[in-house]
């Protein structure tokens, strides 16, 4: 009698075969909710990440528009001292009339608050030195403009020796301080 002929061992594969069929069954269900867990928890890494990147380039792309916009603000401050320069020279001739001055005297007055504040800014940005640098560099701006009225334009280069002095010093670091942020 051949083995195949036994229902009792005739009976054993197909059991087996049908224990592993539900074995897998049940099994691969939650193999499938184990790879999608995986996915879901790097999906949410990944998500994570991106968001890091996108904050830290929007705050990038701010405090280098920040830095171009101070630039702007100093040499806009140098050319209202030129300005000034030019109206005291013409009142100390007595060929300008004073309403202009004083029109130009509150643009410059103006143009440093924007530099001032774009300063401020920025100085939040950084630590305690950069802030004294921004606070010192505002000074000297100031002193500059106050002092150009009574300054022949010839001499404006002088005047403004310090603040271009400590603005250059601050540009490098503008520049650096976003290149940094790019890592």
Avoid at 51 to 76: G, P, S
Avoid at 144 to 171: C, H, M, Q, W, Y
Wanted: proline share 3%; with cysteine.
């Amino acid at each position: 009698m051949a083995e195949t002929d036994n229902p009792e061992t005739a009976s054993k594969p197909q059991h087996l075969a049908s224990r592993s069929r539900s074995w897998l069954l049940s099994i691969f269900p939650m193999f499938i909710a184990t790879l999608s867990l995986v996915t879901s928890i790097y999906n949410g890494y990944l998500n994570n990440r991106f968001v890091d990147l996108m904050q830290n380039n929007v705050a990038r792309i701010e405090y280098m528009k920040t830095c171009k916009e101070i630039i702007d603000a100093y040499f806009a401050i140098k050319v209202r001292a030129q300005v000034l320069s030019a109206n005291g020279e013409r009142l100390r001739a007595g060929k300008a009339e004073a309403s202009g001055a004083a029109g130009d005297q509150r643009d410059a007055t103006l143009a440093i608050a924007r530099f001032g504040a774009l300063g401020t800014y920025l100085a939040n940005l950084r630590d305690e030195d950069i802030r004294y640098r921004y606070t010192q560099l505002t000074g000297l701006v100031q002193g500059s403009i106050e002092a150009a009225p009574r300054t022949p334009e010839a001499n404006l280069g002088k005047l403004f020796e310090a603040a271009d002095s400590v603005f250059g010093n601050l540009n490098d670091d503008c520049v650096k301080s976003a290149k940094a942020q790019l890592r």
